[in-house]
């Protein structure tokens, strides 16, 4: 048995690690896995990157970050798995929430019109609102600030985004030191529970298929260790397939709600689980299609084309200077070969390119694989913008 | 500045820096609003828990602060991985204004790591001692249940309390039990024997 250590934030997309450990499917393996729990972002960076662990549950932009040398010491880190496909929610205050369009599931329904909406609340609100965000170098930052610009919000001027751990954003919300926020889940159907907020916008409404987190490893570390890497990726991408079949709910709900992993009450983690959202306090649940996905349509797979979506972002808000080295950079840390080379032959459809257009699947679509079909679901962006990872200055440009 | 929660540890941290002739040194729980007191201190070293849930917060204000004009680097050099090592093990973080000198920041930081392992040690202490306090109560407890149950064989049976000892013995053995569970079921027994209908 091969000893390895993973750092992750109890969030509900930390499943496919914990199913991996708790199930078996590490051992199967041949590794000995142990979960270190830890409570910011900032930590699990310094465990992985001085490290303390092998591996980690990583925001994708925060492991771009950290090798553009964006998030204090610079290491080289890589990617070769995605944890999950969407996965978190804008919540904001019923006192903000009251100037959108007052039935929730129209808002929903409605993204574009819910941003206009926002916007124009924003200038009601007796206050610069403040809305609370996890991570600089957060999927759910990006996706916000990708939501409001679309309605003319700059997210920098018209708002104050404010950084603050998940599991504090319920008790910030609750003393008012902001108005809303954007984490991933259980957080937002906690504050729901709780009547401190409804939901706004689910991730998934603004990118139908968000990039979110993924399995980060040292690039040095990953290449001296082939051979336990591809044996951790055939375990978790088999834990993850368990986590989304519907027949193992239960089980999974009852391991995510024990203390050392996620430690929240079944009732708060099934939502997302379930795609089944209660939007505001009181009101019967609604269905949120692709809430949140573990497996399906190869949902592991890491596109370089959504790196360099991430590192698009990055040079848009000023993150990042544009320059051809880190373009590449970025695109690197997402390694579709190392994917490839450790999944290879285990029957899973395999896609046939390691980039496409981002936004530009309209209805479920089977594409070129390896190994049986591949279907891939609608990967649009709420305002239909479609992006050319060939062309990232053209697509800013055109922002 | 000291951000910590634990009143006691960033005492022991804080005594050990005024001793070492640091005098500047405030005490922040990480609270909401840490940030803008902070901000308004601009210190030289920040000394932070790595188990702090807001050590994101922490650094998003240090990226952006206008108070605090240059960058922080984490902890004092990158090449110090050794230093950064024992860091980590000890449970803290730390944040530098660049340009504060390396020969004054690294015995803050070695003297931050001492203090903290030491009180982890205490810690683990303590634990200890608890856990050997709530061993011997439970010796106590299971001691007493096995005298009385001693008790009643010696009355109903009229048995020398040696020979009650031994019966109780032996009916553990030969269940397979321990003594005290036989002695809990004697007594429960008993007690429904004796209570009225």
Known sequence: ?399 | MIVDDSGLRATVLEDGLREAGYDDIHLVPPDHGFVARLERMAPDVVLMDLGSPSRDTLEEMLAVSRALARPIAMFVDRSDEAMIGAAIDAGISAYVVDGLRKERVKPVLDLAIRRFNAFARMQAELDVAKSERDQAKVALQERRTIDRAKAILMRGRDLPEAEAYALLRSTAMNQGKRIVEVAEALITASEMLRSPL
């Not at chain 1, 290449?223 to 079949?245: F, G, K, M, Y």
């Open chain 1, 1 to 399: 048995m091969t000893p390895l250590s993973l750092a992750f934030l109890p969030l509900t997309d930390a499943a496919p690690l914990i199913v991996a450990g708790a199930r078996g499917f590490a051992a199967e393996a041949g590794i000995e896995l142990d979960l270190v729990r830890t409570t910011s972002w900032a930590t699990l960076r310094d465990r992985l990157v001085y490290g303390q662990v092998q591996g980690a549950h990583m925001l994708a932009p925060l492991a771009i970050a950290v090798t553009l040398g964006l998030s204090q010491a610079p290491a080289a880190l890589s990617a070769p798995f995605r944890l999950n496909v969407n996965g978190n929610a804008l919540a904001m205050a019923p006192d903000f929430a009251a100037a959108l369009e007052p039935d929730p599931a129209q808002r929903v329904a409605d993204p574009l019109a819910a941003a206009h909406d926002f916007a124009t609340a924003i200038g009601l609100h007796h206050r610069k609102p403040v809305v609370g965000i996890v991570h600089r170098f957060s999927s759910q930052a990006l996706l916000l600030r990708y939501w409001l610009a679309a309605a003319g919000t700059d997210p920098d001027r018209d708002l104050t985004l404010r950084v603050l751990p998940p599991s504090l954003m319920v008790e910030a919300l609750r003393v008012g030191e902001i108005d809303g926020f954007i984490a991933g889940e259980p957080w937002s159907s906690v504050a729901v529970a709780e009547g401190l907020a409804e939901i706004v916008v689910p991730g998934a409404r603004i990118w139908r298929r968000g990039v979110e987190k993924v399995l980060a490893f040292r690039t040095d570390w990953m290449e001296a260790n082939p051979a336990t890497v591809d044996a951790l990726l055939i375990a978790v991408s088999r834990a993850a397939a368990w986590c989304d079949d519907p027949a193992n709910r239960d089980e999974l709900v009852a391991l995510l709600e024990r203390p050392e992993h996620v430690g929240r009450p079944a009732a708060e983690l099934r939502p997302a689980l379930a795609g089944r959202l209660t939007l505001r306090h009181g009101e019967p649940p609604v269905p949120v299609p692709d809430f949140l996905l573990f497996h399906r349509e190869a949902a592991g797979f890491p596109w370089r084309s959504q790196a360099l979506w991430i590192y698009s972002q990055f040079v848009r808000w000023g993150f990042v200077a544009a320059s051809p080295a880190a373009e590449r950079a970025a695109a690197a840390v997402f390694r579709s070969d190392v994917y490839r080379r450790a999944l290879a032959g285990t029957g899973l459809p395999m896609p046939g390119a390691s980039m496409k257009v981002e936004g530009a699947i309209g209805a479920p679509l089977g594409v070129g694989a390896h190994e049986g079909a591949l279907t891939l679901g609608a990967d649009g962006f709420f305002d239909g913008g479609v992006f050319d990872p060939s062309d990232v200055a053209g697509y800013l440009a055109g922002r």
